[in-house]
């Protein structure tokens, strides 16, 4: 399903910087490279990824055909249908003297038991888990691995959204989560594969290279640039401002956990300011109801800027993807919130192709028939649909009313996720509320009432226990400040060394 019929008119996906398209207008290769820190990679076949069976099949073949490796990375393998055929299909190529290794985070992993990973190890596929937790770093569990691909013997790369799971899989009662992927063939799988490895080389011993793929064994005409996301590093976010600055025409997104940072939603109201049609989709029925809602904060933002956003009614949709203009897509593991683009290790990939962007919006437009879209009260649809109409018209608009001034509430849209997460909703809520509150400045409503109820409550019986047992408070309190200060401390004189070894290695640093 495309769009190309309501697209505007365009030049060949071929261009160089002297020669800009007449979307995105001026944006060149160059600044792509900056941005992305990648250097272009040409001659490639992409194809989109959105079905959870199909992709998992396209994974499971491509291991299958492996002759001489298969890197396999993702934030959460699980121990269940799906994992475990994943598991096979590993082991059968390990136990065929293909070189397989595995690499899992420990954080998403958390639940899956010790028993899962022995029958690897005894078929010999190396497996490292990524930043178990340690005494030596206790702010190491906030950096996480949660990049998710797939490397075969440097010809075929799988980049995307899909962990291992039977929940992206689905069955006979529950369908799949929705989300999106990407299939590389072409040299930049081998950049995907050497990705992995440098992952793979900083939490463990340096494995041999393997053997790579001739590439005019396989590839097409698609230029792709490949965006590692490091702590620290901001490239996917750097990337979305420099595309929402160019974007002339639509700049579409999905995004499962948004809690956007200050620089990717200033940019996503200025595109729409500027009569950019800027839509976000989410999901209504978030499997983390907490970040749902701290998501639905921002909302009353992007919406006063012209930013339209809508919420997908189906069991979930994980798939992080942006495309603007029908020229350019990103598709990943990148979340837009600060978690994510600042502090994870990701893997995303940018492709410059006119026929992947359209099959990503249309795509998109399919999503929007299962979606409500939110709007400011009294705002009627001033924005006309783009792409299929249709489409864009059967979703309800859910008006986002206020209720007792910042307190405001999405009508039952902050009441969604499931049971137990009214809790986690109404605590979110207390923090827009709690000073307001405490200062006398407007009149609570029966919501707010309850929520500040519960935190009082909650902070009397601390205060309680407190006065009963000062000593189990404040050694525990001691015991917690005194290990941060010493693991901090000790960090702090080894920097210190290494710096002064560094001067002395590279003195000309210091002038």
Known sequence: MTLDRHLPARRGAQHSDSEPDGVLDGLSRTALGRATGSAEIPGNAVELQFDGPATFEAWIDAI???????????????????????????????????????????????????????????????????????????????????????????????????????????????????????????????????????????????????????????????????????????????????????????????????????????????????????????????????????????YRFLLGAGVRIFEWNGPMIHAKTSVADGVWSRVGSSNLNSYSLLGNWEIDVGVWDESFAGQLEGLFVADLASSVEIVLPKVGSSVVPVGDEKALRAPKRTSLEPEGGLSSRLESLMERGGAGSIGLTHLVRAGSTFGWALAGRRTLGREDRTVLGTVSAVVLATSVFAAFFPRVVGWGSAAILGWLGVVTGVRALLHRRHARIESVSHPEDES
């Open 64 to 298: 299958s055909s492996a002759r001489s490796f298969v890197h396999f990375e993702n934030y959460i393998l699980r121990d269940d249908r799906v994992g475990r055929r994943f598991r096979d299909a590993l082991v059968a190529k390990a136990r065929e003297g293909v070189t397989v290794r595995v690499l899992y985070d420990w954080v998403g992993c958390w639940a899956t038991p010790r028993r899962y990973w022995k029958p690897f190890r005894e078929a010999g596929v190396q497996v490292r888990a990524f930043n178990r937790p340690s005494i030596k770093d206790p702010y190491g569990v906030f950096q996480r691995d949660h990049r998710k691909l797939v490397a075969v013997d440097g010809c075929v790369a799988f980049v995307g959204g899909f962990c291992i799971g039977a929940a992206w899989a689905g069955d006979r009662d529950n369908p799949p989560w929705r989300d999106t992927g990407v299939a590389i063939r072409g040299p930049a799988a081998t950049v995907a594969a050497t990705a992995f490895e440098r992952i793979w080389d900083e939490i463990g011993p340096i494995a041999s290279a393997p053997t790579r793929c001739e590439p005019e064994l396989a590839g097409g005409e698609t230029s792709l640039w490949i965006m590692e996301g490091e702590p620290g590093r901001t490239r996917v976010m750097r990337t979305l401002a420099l595309i929402a600055s160019h974007a002339r025409h639509r700049l579409w997104i999905t995004d499962p956990y948004f809690v956007a940072p200050r620089l990717v939603s200033e940019a996503l109201a200025a595109a729409a300011r500027d009569g950019v049609d800027v839509r976000v989709l989410l999901p209504a029925n978030n499997n983390w109801p907490l970040v749902g809602s701290l998501s639905r904060t921002g």
